[in-house]
C-alpha cells in the first residue's frame, strides 16, 4: 500500500545576473535581457554575478570560509527560508537539505591539490580539503540553517536539481523531514571553461542561439537557486502560502546520443502520468535547451513526442542566461512557476529559425492558460529528468 | 498506476519488499564473495604500504589497496576511453560481479525500468592530481579538452548502466563517506515504491593524495593501522574499492527462483548540522537516524543481532558511536555484538557502508559476524562488544549498518533475513 502525498513549494529563491529575486529575473527575461558574456566565453569574470556579496544576504557562522558557489547557495536558501515564513515554525530537527552538486566543488579541488603540488602540504590550506568534496555546498547549507533530519547530495550533472525535487519530494512525502531546501549553485571554474572551449562545446562570444538552426554552443553561468518544499497540508496547517505543488518527477537514461530524444521523452510521459494530467493539459514547457546543438535538437525531438499536436508554449531561459549546470533545473522550474503566476511565457531569445519544427516555441512572449508546467533537463552522461509544476490557483 | 510522490510505509505495508539478491565486491580483502568472507572473518589487516601514488608530506602511504583482473583493469568490451579512472574501473567491476551474483548478467532484454545508484566521496580525483602534476610546467595549456567529462562523477554511474543497458534512474550520490549507504536507501525507496523492478546500489572511491593529505592535516589519519574502539587508535586508513548490491522486488525475485541473501527493511536519516567535519560528539545524529530505521522497520531493539559500525578509529567517532549505541539501547548495548570491517579493509569512503551492507548481508547469509581487527586494549569509553580479532558464528536475523559521512549525515540501514 502506498501513500499518495502532496508536495508544496512555500519559498523559492534565485541569484542570477539577471537578478537577486524572482520578479527581476521574470522582467528580465520579458524584456529579453541576456547575461551571456559578449567578450569572452573562456574568462570566469565574465560568467559570474557582478558584485556578490554574500554578508549582504545572510550572517552565518563561518561563511567567509566557504568558497564562492558554497556562498551563493546558503544565500539562496536564505531566501528561500525567509520567503516561506518556516523560519521559527519549523525547527532543525524537521528540517532536510537536498543538494545538487556535481562541479560547485571543483574550483577548490583544484587550488588545494595544485597548492599541494607547488607549496607542500604544510603550506596548503587546510580549510580547503572538506570544502573541495562535492557534499560540501549542501553540508554547509545544512549546518548554516541547524538542518539536521537530513543533508543528502546529488551529481548527476545537468539532471541533478530536477533528480534532487525529485528526491526531496519522496523524502517528504515519507515524513523524513517536514520542509526540505532543495538547493544548487554553480560557479563555472577557469579549468572548465577553458575545457569546454578546447571541446568546442562553447559558442562564441554574443552568439548563443537556443533551439536555432544557428545554434553553435552553449555558455557557461554563474547562479544560484532553492526550492522550499513541504507537505501541502503541513504548510497550509501553518499558514503558509503556497506557490505551487509538485505532480510527478522521472528519471530515465540514454545509453547512447541516438537513445537522448526517446529517454527524455520517456521521462515526460512518466513525469505527466504521474501527475495524472496529459499533454494537451500543459500550459507550458520549461526547457532545458542550452545552445549545444546535440542537445537542443534531442530535447525538441523528445517534446515532440510528449506534446503531439498539443500547442504547448515552450520557454528556455538558458537563452538568456547561459547554462547553469547543477542549478539549471531549479531555475527553469523556478521560470515555470514565475510563469504561470504572471500567466505569460517569456520569449526565447534569439530564436528565429527552429531546427525542430512542430513545437510552439515563444519566439516572442506568449500568454498561457492552465496551472501545469513541464520541466526537463539532461546531462552530458546521459541522465534524462522531467518534472511537472503546478502553479498555486 | 502510481500516484505522486507515492512511498512505502512501515515493512509490510510497503508496496513491495525489497531482496538482495546479488552482492558484488572488489576489495584489499579479495574480489570473490568467498574470499572477501573468510579474509575478514579471520580477522586478517590488509592495511600496508602504497606505493602508486605520492602524497606531499605523507610519508609513508598507509592503505589497503584493491586489485583488478586483468579484464576487469582494462575492459575489452567498453570503448577504449584512456581516461577512464581507477574508480570508475572498481565501480564497473563491482557491479558487474553483482549482476552475475544475482545470475542476471546478460539475461535481460527489458532493463529499461532498471537503474543504479552509485555513492561516491571523491570519485574521479586522478584527472585533477594530473592537471596539477602538469600545471607547474604548463600551466593553463595543461588543460585539455576532456577534463570537463573526466571531472563529472556522474560517469560512475553512466558508465555501468551503459554497459548493462539500464534505462531506468542512473543516479550519483555524492554524500561523503555515508554515500553507499545513501545509495542503498535510495534505491529501497524506488523498488519498494514500485517505481523501478530493479536497482544496482552501492558505492566506489579510490585512494587519492586529497584524502591522504587532508586527513593528514588534520591529524585524523593513522600513523600505523587504524584501531577501532582500541585505547590506542590514532585514526583512519584508508582502503580503495567498490561494493553493489542487487535490489529486486522479493516476490519477483522468488517468481525468476533468485537466491535472497537478505531484505533491506528500510532506513533512517539524520543529519549533525555541528561541523563540517567533526562528528556530534554525543552521537545524537546516530541515535535519531538508528530510532528512525528501527521505527520505520517496526524492529524492537532486542531484534538486532549484529551492528556494523562506521568505526573508523578516530576517537570522536568510535566515542560518539559508542553513546549513541547506549543511548538507543540502553543495558542491551551491551549484548549487541558490533564491528568495524574497516580495520580489515581500511576506510574506502564512499564505497565503505556499502562494502559494509554487502557484509551485512552475508552475515545473515553465513549466520556469522566479521570482527573488528587490531583491536586488543579496550578504550573505558568505548565498552560494548566489538568482536575482537576474529569473527564469530551466531544467529542473525537482523543487523544495522551505520554510516556517516562529512558534514554529518548519518544513514541507517537495516537488513533482515528473509524466511
Not at chain 1, 345 to 363: D, F, H, K, N, S
Not at chain 2, 59 to 64: F, H, Q, R, Y
Not at chain 2, 319 to 340: K, L, Q, W
Not at chain 2, 396 to 418: D, I, M, P, Q
Request: aromatic fraction near 4%.
Amino acid at each position: 500500500m502506498n501513500t499518495t502525498v502532496p508536495i508544496a513549494v512555500t519559498g523559492a529563491s534565485v541569484l542570477t545576473a539577471l537578478g537577486n529575486s524572482i520578479d527581476a529575473l521574470q522582467a528580465a527575461l520579458r524584456a529579453g535581457r541576456t547575461s551571456v558574456p559578449r567578450v569572452s566565453n573562456v574568462d570566469a569574470v565574465e560568467t559570474r554575478i557582478a558584485g556578490f556579496d554574500a554578508t549582504q544576504f545572510v550572517n552565518v557562522r563561518g561563511l567567509r570560509l566557504y568558497n564562492r558557489p558554497t556562498q551563493l547557495a546558503i544565500c539562496a536558501a536564505k531566501l528561500a527560508l525567509t520567503e516561506s515564513g518556516c523560519e521559527g515554525q519549523i525547527t532543525g530537527e524537521h528540517l532536510g537539505v537536498v543538494a545538487a552538486c556535481t562541479y560547485a566543488h571543483l574550483e577548490t579541488l583544484f587550488e588545494y591539490d595544485r597548492s599541494l603540488v607547488v607549496n607542500g602540504l604544510m603550506r596548503t590550506n587546510p580549510t580547503l580539503m572538506p570544502i573541495g568534496i562535492p557534499s560540501s555546498l549542501g553540508a554547509a547549507v545544512a549546518l548554516s540553517f541547524g538542518a539536521k533530519a537530513l543533508s543528502v547530495t546529488l551529481g548527476d550533472g545537468g539532471a541533478s536539481s530536477l533528480d534532487a525535487i525529485g528526491l526531496a519530494a519522496r523524502l517528504l512525502a515519507a515524513g523524513r523531514a517536514r520542509a526540505c531546501l532543495v538547493v544548487s549553485a554553480f560557479t563555472p571554474c577557469q579549468e572548465l571553461l577553458l575545457s569546454a572551449s578546447r571541446a568546442g562545446l562553447l559558442a562564441p562570444p554574443g552568439d548563443l542561439f537556443v533551439f536555432d538552426r544557428a545554434h553553435c554552443g552553449t555558455a557557461f553561468c554563474e547562479a544560484a537557486c532553492a526550492l522550499l518544499l513541504e507537505r501541502a497540508e503541513d504548510a497550509i496547517a501553518r499558514g503558509a502560502r503556497l506557490q505551487a505543488t509538485l505532480g510527478g518527477q522521472c528519471s530515465t537514461f540514454a545509453a547512447e546520443r541516438s537513445e537522448q530524444a526517446r529517454a527524455l521523452s520517456r521521462a515526460g510521459e512518466v513525469a505527466l502520468r504521474l501527475a495524472g494530467i496529459g499533454a494537451g493539459e500543459l500550459a507550458l514547457v520549461s526547457a532545458s535547451a542550452s545552445g549545444s546543438p546535440s542537445d537542443d535538437r534531442s530535447e525538441a525531438e523528445a517534446l515532440v513526442a510528449v506534446l503531439g499536436r498539443a500547442p504547448v508554449p515552450i520557454m528556455a531561459v538558458k537563452g538568456n542566461l547561459g547554462d547553469s549546470q547543477d542549478a539549471a533545473g531549479l531555475l527553469q522550474t523556478i521560470a515555470a512557476i514565475a510563469a504561470l503566476r504572471a500567466g505569460t511565457a517569456a520569449p526565447i531569445r534569439g530564436l528565429v529559425a527552429p531546427e525542430v519544427p512542430g513545437l510552439r516555441y515563444a519566439t516572442e512572449e506568449l500568454s498561457i492558460r492552465g496551472p501545469h508546467a513541464l520541466v526537463t533537463s539532461q546531462a552530458s552522461t546521459g541522465a534524462c529528468s522531467a518534472l511537472v509544476v503546478t502553479g498555486a490557483a | 498506476m502510481l500516484s505522486p510522490w507515492s512511498y512505502p510505509q512501515k515493512l509490510g505495508c510497503a508496496a513491495r519488499r525489497v531482496a538482495i539478491t546479488g552482492c558484488g565486491l572488489v576489495t584489499a580483502a579479495g574480489n570473490d564473495l568467498d574470499a572477501f568472507w573468510d579474509a575478514i572473518m579471520s580477522g586478517r589487516c590488509l592495511i600496508g604500504p602504497v606505493r602508486r601514488f605520492s602524497a606531499p608530506g605523507v610519508e609513508p602511504i598507509l592503505g589497503a589497496e584493491a586489485t583488478l583482473s586483468a579484464a576487469e583493469a582494462r575492459p575489452i568490451d567498453l570503448d577504449s576511453d584512456p581516461h577512464r579512472d581507477r574508480c570508475a574501473l572498481l565501480a564497473l567491476a563491482a557491479a558487474r560481479r553483482g549482476l552475475t551474483d544475482a545470475s542476471l548478467l546478460g539475461s535481460r532484454s527489458d532493463l529499461q525500468r532498471c537503474g543504479v545508484v552509485v555513492g561516491t566521496t571523491v570519485g574521479e580525483e586522478r584527472q585533477v592530481a594530473s592537471l596539477n602534476d602538469a600545471w607547474p610546467a604548463k600551466g593553463a595549456n595543461a588543460v585539455d579538452a576532456t577534463l570537463l567529462s573526466r571531472a563529472d562523477n556522474h560517469r560512475l554511474a553512466s558508465e555501468i548502466a551503459r554497459r548493462h543497458g539500464l534505462r531506468g534512474p542512473v543516479l550519483l550520490s555524492a554524500t561523503a563517506c555515508a554515500s553507499g549507504n545513501a545509495a542503498v536507501a535510495w534505491a529501497y525507496d524506488l523498488v519498494a515504491s514500485g517505481e523501478t523492478e530493479l536497482m544496482l546500489a552501492g558505492g566506489a572511491d579510490t585512494l587519492t593524495r586529497l584524502i591522504y593529505c587532508g586527513f593528514s592535516r588534520m591529524g585524523a589519519l593513522s600513523k600505523s593501522t587504524c584501531r577501532p574502539f582500541d585505547r590506542r587508535r590514532d585514526g583512519v586508513s584508508f582502503g580503495e574499492g567498490a561494493g553493489f548490491l542487487v535490489l529486486e522486488d522479493l516476490e519477483a525475485a522468488r517468481r525468476r527462483g533468485a537466491r535472497v541473501y537478505a531484505e533491506v527493511a528500510g532506513y533512517g536519516l539524520s543529519n549533525d548540522a555541528y561541523h563540517l567535519t567533526a562528528p556530534e560528539p554525543h552521537g545524537d545524529g546516530f541515535v535519531r537516524a538508528i530510532r528512525q530505521a528501527l521505527a520505520l522497520t517496526g524492529t524492537a531493539p532486542d531484534e538486532i543481532d549484529y551492528v556494523s559500525a562506521h568505526g573508523t578509529g578516530t576517537n570522536y567517532n568510535d566515542v560518539a558511536e559508542t553513546r549513541a549505541m547506549r543511548a538507543v539501547f540502553g543495558d542491551h548495548a551491551r549484548s549487541i555484538p558490533i564491528s568495524s570491517i574497516k580495520s580489515m579493509i581500511g576506510h574506502t569512503n564512499g564505497a565503505a557502508s556499502a562494502i559494509e551492507s554487502v557484509a551485512c548481508a552475508l552475515a545473515i547469509h553465513h549466520q556469522a559476524i566479521p570482527p573488528t581487527a587490531g583491536l586488543s586494549e579496550p578504550d573505558l569509553e568505548c565498552d560494548l562488544d566489538y568482536v575482537p580479532e576474529i569473527g564469530r558464528s551466531l544467529p542473525v536475523n537482523t543487523c544495522l549498518n551505520l554510516a556517516a559521512g562529512f558534514g554529518g549525515l548519518n544513514v541507517c540501514v537495516v537488513l533482515k533475513k528473509v524466511a
